[in-house]
């Protein structure tokens, strides 16, 4: 089954500083896709960052990377020069049928981050 | 470009009523569609998925049900709601087929669902 961790239920940060937010995944799909969301107090879920299982580079999108680390099975999301817009809950979620016609995504518990001027 | 419609965005139901919740897609044909539900501070569970129109898979026993009348319709419906059901409810849809390296999932705004 798989399965994605999240272990930290709430994080702080300081405007203008860099931080990590951990995701730990399991599956035994040699294929599989590693995607991180954002979630205002709005609801809505946005998409930041997206990595495939063979993807020799970790992503970057702006100012969000992704620290993936096969061999540990971890795809920690990092975030530089924090913004009090980044305040949000972050969810890491994994595609285990990459290539394949199903698409499903499944979830961690997510990481509420606040960050504080 | 595509655009992911849901409505209600809010709903007071009392229990044992009916529910019905609408998702639609534009800008695209034959998506991937699927329905969460995100209790109050967790994460999101899938509910229902749909690869095309009539054929409807579901994740989890509940008093919940989904059809796809429409390629690009989604309908997450109940005869008689619980007070468990409240929560939030998510609609998504991605590319069908092999969609490649990046399957991103598109959501849509949310209902907020409030059983009384």
């Known amino acids: 089954a798989q399965k994605i961790t999240q272990t930290q239920p709430g994080m702080f940060v300081q405007e203008k500083e860099a931080v990590t937010l951990d995701c730990t995944y399991d599956?035994?799909?040699?294929?599989?896709?590693l995607f991180w969301y954002k979630q205002p107090s709005s609801g809505e879920m946005i998409f930041l960052i997206y990595q495939g299982s063979y993807d020799q580079q970790n992503a970057t999108e702006g100012r969000y990377s992704l620290n993936f680390q096969k061999a540990r099975k971890s795809a920690n999301l990092v975030i530089s020069a924090s913004q009090l817009g980044d305040s949000a809950m972050y969810f890491c979620?994994?595609?285990?049928?990459?290539?394949?016609?199903?698409?499903?995504?499944?979830f961690g518990r997510g990481t509420q981050l606040t960050v504080w001027p | 470009s595509q655009t992911i419609h849901q409505w209600p965005a809010t709903l007071v139901q009392p229990v044992g009523s009916p529910l019905s919740l609408e998702c639609t897609v534009e800008?695209?044909?034959?998506?991937?569609l699927y329905w969460y539900r995100q209790a109050a501070g967790r994460g999101l569970q899938l509910l229902f998925y749909?690869?095309?129109?009539?054929?409807i898979s579901s994740e989890v026993p509940q008093n919940l049900s989904a059809s796809r009348p429409q390629d690009r319709q989604f309908i997450l419906s109940s005869k008689k709601l619980l007070l468990s059901d409240s929560g939030f409810y998510l609609c998504?849809?991605?590319?069908?087929?092999?969609?490649?390296?990046?399957?991103?999932?598109?959501f849509g705004p949310g209902t907020r669902l409030t059983v009384l």
């Open positions: 599956t035994s799909d040699p294929s599989y896709g």
């Open positions: 800008g695209t044909s034959n998506p991937n």
């Open positions: 998504a849809w991605t590319h069908a087929g092999l969609a490649g390296y990046n399957n991103e999932q598109f």
């Open positions: 749909s690869v095309g129109i009539g054929q």
């Open positions: 979620a994994m595609n285990p049928h990459r290539g394949s016609t199903l698409g499903r995504l499944y």
